[in-house]
């Protein structure tokens, strides 16, 4: 596929999503009373005004095709009309922050369908999550100790090959012998023969050697047989697959989605805790090697073009960078739907306590200000890491 449409198809990618999360700003605003003054296709400047709704509504079709905007009245604190009827600041505490959190909410329905859908024609698991995070219950992007739980990753028996001159050695094992069981205990993996070494002084190893079952009596030495342990062979199970009725596929895509979003909470946490607080340089490292923007995710998403990948993995890719902008939406920061749900709860208690609302929103603005600068000169870093990492 040309390049160039691998490019336009990730924008309209990109474009959709966003748009969608915009959507759900839009209908609930609609819902709860709010005047809605423009619904924009693409980021400013504008083009041109498509049409006026019979509610007022301006539809715009805007320069930067990389998403869109909902303006709603009253958004704007300077303004005498942010507190006039139909505006935003008008409705109650429960309209607002419905408001703010249903372009996430979108967000996580969209991820919700992909899902179901995958799962209703026969779902594949995407690829192993190698970071030290613990289980991630997740089917399409399994921890590696749950791929072989699964069956997802298929590997051969624990293989050994004994030290020179050790104790493993001298009793009889060696190089290449797979390990069947131990003290009559079937050796599942490489923890389970290293723990049952430690605790027994008397080892019965049930072994295979070119095609033939033995047994070997081991005796070890504090706790250790001198040998090393690994696995000869592991490799992906191109067979494994999951395809339930619509009720089952329903159910587990909500599990899904909630997981993958608990999943992108702690991969950011962890990225973000590196990035700015690393225990040393290599940490830091490892974290801006994690890191990527939408450039990065859209160099990603051209290449799957490129390379003709099914179309069910470029749909899961959707349904991840769905999660993710409900993930980065969600975080309490200035300027996302997060921080601008912290400081409309604060509003209404600063109002409770008797504070003043011009001191409460002039204090907003500033924050949301000062959060937006920072917020856009991340967005840079990130984007010239994605880029450097391009040029390479």
Do not use: C
């Amino acid at each position: 596929m040309n390049i160039v449409l691998g490019i336009l198809l990730t924008i309209i990618v990109f474009f959709v999503v966003v748009m969608i999360h915009e959507f759900g700003h839009f209908i609930t605003a609609r819902m709860t009373g709010m005047k809605v003054l423009e619904f924009g296709f693409g980021i400013p400047p504008k083009i041109k005004k498509i049409f006026t709704d019979k509610k007022g509504t301006d539809f715009t079709f805007n320069a930067l095709p990389f998403g869109g905007f909902v303006r709603i009245d009253g958004e704007d604190f300077s303004k005498p009309s942010a507190f006039a009827d139909g505006a935003f600041m008008s409705k109650s505490l429960p309209k607002r922050l419905l408001v703010l959190v249903a372009g996430v909410v979108m967000n996580l329905v969209l991820a919700w369908a992909i899902f179901t859908g995958m799962f209703l024609v026969g779902a594949k698991p995407l690829t192993v999550i190698p970071m030290d995070i613990g289980p991630t219950h997740s089917f399409f992007l399994p921890s590696f100790e749950e791929s072989l739980e699964s069956g997802f990753i298929k590997r051969s028996n624990v293989t050994i090959e004994p030290l020179e001159d050790s104790i493993a050695q001298k009793s009889g094992l060696r190089e290449n012998d797979e390990i069947i069981s131990v003290n009559g205990q079937k050796i599942v993996d490489t923890d389970d023969l290293v723990e049952i070494i430690a605790k027994n002084k008397n080892l019965d190893f049930e072994i295979l050697r070119d095609g033939e079952i033995q047994k070997i009596a081991v005796h070890p030495e504090n706790g250790k047989i001198g040998t090393k342990i690994f696995y000869k062979s592991l490799e992906l199970n191109q067979d494994f697959s999951k395809k339930t009725g619509i009720i089952d596929a329903m159910q587990l895509g909500a599990g899904e989605t909630y997981h993958t979003s608990m999943l992108t909470f702690k991969l950011v946490k962890k990225t973000l805790g590196a990035l700015f607080f690393p225990k040393d340089d290599a940490e830091r490292t490892a974290a801006q090697k994690n890191l990527s923007g939408p450039i990065g995710m859209g160099n990603a998403f051209v290449m799957m073009i490129e390379q003709a990948l099914p179309i069910s993995v470029i749909l899961l890719f959707v349904a991840l960078l769905s999660i993710n902008l409900a993930v980065m939406n969600i975080l309490p920061f200035p300027a996302l739907d997060g921080g601008r749900m912290l400081f409309t709860t604060l509003y209404s208690i600063g109002k409770t306590l008797g504070f003043s609302r011009e001191k409460i929103l002039k204090g907003e603005q500033i924050i949301n200000s000062l959060g937006f600068i920072l917020l856009l000169i991340f967005m840079i870093y990130v984007a010239g890491i994605d880029i450097f990492r391009l040029l390479q």
